[in-house]
């Protein structure tokens, strides 16, 4: 197979664990450059150490704070200057039943998962910080954004909102060059998951699994749709949502 991202510089959020170090474990492996970004220094320590090659860093800090989050821009464009993309998989879910969810809650939820968004791509689009023959943005929704569960609204809707983010980013940065997608996943079997699946009983781990016609999904699943998002494989390809879920939202 041909290195899909060969000399590629990227930036991967989230990638102290799960999907996010899977991401930059398959993108080490396609030849790239990969940055990585998440608060657990040691963390992101372990996940260097998985990379294929050199040239790797990382950067450590809160995405859900904007002055931290354009601290760890400003470093990163100062180390590698212009980026060819950010695959942004930084995110929290909690489960919270309508009479335990707190309004402190719902904050840090949306800060996490959507403002930590819409400010990476206002970071990322500043002059010199993308490479200007095409640069790919992509998030990671969940396909929670688009199929009710019980129990975790305020999640389902910031997922959601990063799907109404990617259109208009995708129509505002065509001009830039910038392609903005969007990653949804089904139930993947990461830390975060292993987390959820504690407070279901055994009747409820059968009813998700039975949701997935193909099974549960691995983080590297989510790598490689990542990986073409990001390359130029997807050069045509812009707006979209690309549902990589075992075939749960087909139903
Ligand atoms: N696993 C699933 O079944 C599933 C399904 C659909 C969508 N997703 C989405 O996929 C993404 C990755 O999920 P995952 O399962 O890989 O979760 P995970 O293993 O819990 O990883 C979450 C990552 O986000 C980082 N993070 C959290 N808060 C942060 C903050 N304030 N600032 C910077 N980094 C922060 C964490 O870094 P630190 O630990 O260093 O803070 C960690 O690296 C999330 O957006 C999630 O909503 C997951």
């Known amino acids: 197979m041909i290195n899909m991202l060969d000399g590629k510089t990227i930036l991967v959020t989230g990638a102290s664990s799960g999907i996010g170090r899977a991401v930059a474990k398959f993108f080490s492996i396609q030849g790239c450059c990969v940055v990585i970004a998440g608060q657990s220094e040691s963390r992101l320590n372990e996940t ?16 859900s704070d904007v002055e931290q989050l354009k601290a760890m821009m400003d470093s990163v464009f100062n180390k590698v200057g212009a980026l060819d993309g950010i695959i942004h998989c930084a995110g929290i879910q909690k489960t919270l039943p309508l009479q335990a969810l707190k309004e402190s809650d719902f904050d840090d939820i949306f ?61 505002e940065l065509s001009r830039n060059k910038i392609r903005v997608n969007c990653i949804a996943p089904g139930h993947v079997e ?35 749709a990542a990986a073409f998002l990001a390359s130029d494989l997807s050069r045509w390809v812009t707006g979209t949502t690309l549902c990589v879920d075992g075939g749960y939202s087909a139903q």
Request: with cysteine.
């Open 111 to 171: 800060s996490v998962n959507v403002k930590s968004a819409q400010f990476l791509a206002k970071n990322f689009r500043r002059k010199g910080r993308y490479n200007k023959d095409g640069a790919s943005l992509v998030f990671i929704s969940s396909v929670a954004a688009t199929c009710g569960e019980p129990a975790i609204s305020t999640y389902s809707a910031s997922k959601a909102a990063l799907i109404g983010l990617t259109k208009s980013l995708a129509s």
């Open 48 to 63: 260097l150490s998985l990379l294929s090659g050199n040239g790797h860093f990382s950067v450590t800090g809160d995405l």
């Open 190 to 224: 990461t830390e975060m998951a292993i987390e959820f699946s504690k407070q279901l009983t055994n009747e409820q781990l059968a009813y998700i699994k039975a949701k997935h016609p193909l099974g549960l999904g691995k983080p590297e699943d989510v790598a490689h």
